[in-house]
Structure formats: C-alpha cells, structure tokens
C-alpha cells in the first residue's frame, strides 16, 4: 500500500499543482523519508508542504510564513477559514481518496492564501 499510495500522492499533486503555480508559486522539493512524503511548494516568504504517510495515510499540509507556522488545525483557528471548511466539507468523490484530498487540499490553501 505505501508505495502505491505515495506515487498516487506524488502524481495527484502534479496534477493539480496549477492550482497553486497560478499564484506564482514554485516547487520546491519532493523528499522520500521511509514511508512519508513531502512536496514542498515555495514563493517569496510562504512555504505549502503537502505530507502523506503513515500512520493513517491522510493527506496533510504545513503552511510557513515569514511570521507563523500553520497546520491544518491552527487554519482552523481563523473564522474565516473555519466557515469555508464547514461549506466546503471534504467528500471523495471517487475510489481515490488520495487525490481527492489533495485536490480539496490545493482548493482550501487557494482560499488560506486570501485570508492571513
């Protein structure tokens, strides 16, 4: 399942990374570390990774600013962007979970990028 799963990971993000490369942003790396992996997109002060691995094979992402370190549940702490989660719930909309939570990821940092 790992290695399935982190070239699903690699492509869904490949795939839908004109989502982000719109708003100028670059890639910056994609790191292996065992049965985890990072893609990292950066622009200017802001860095996005998008984590997939172990132990519940969920995709996850770290936002870095210039200030702050945001994960997923620190966003959450933004009204603003705790509305638009509640509008936009995640809900697969095919048999591959993985890319549609990257596809909803590369959605939501679209609107984080507007909000802090």
């Known amino acids: 399942m790992s290695s399935q799963a982190q ?10 990374d004109t989502l982000l490369t719109d708003l100028g942003f670059c890639h910056n ?3 292996r570390k065992g049965y985890a ?8 002060d802001t860095l996005i990774t998008f984590i997939l691995g172990p132990s519940d094979w969920h995709v996850e992402i770290i936002l870095l600013t210039k200030n702050k370190k945001y994960e997923f549940k620190d966003l959450l702490g933004i009204p603003s962007i705790s509305q638009w ?9 095919t ?4 890319k549609d939570e990257v596809v909803w ?10 909000e802090i």
Request: net charge neutral; proline share 2%.
């Open 7 to 16: 070239e699903l990971f690699i492509s869904s993000v490949e795939d839908s």
């Open 29 to 31: 790396s994609t790191i």
């Open 37 to 44: 992996t990072f893609i990292a997109y950066n622009k200017n």
């Open 85 to 93: 989660t509640t509008i936009n719930k995640f809900e697969p909309t």
């Open 95 to 98: 048999k591959e979970t993985i």
């Open 105 to 114: 990821f590369m959605k939501f940092i679209r609107f984080v990028l507007t």
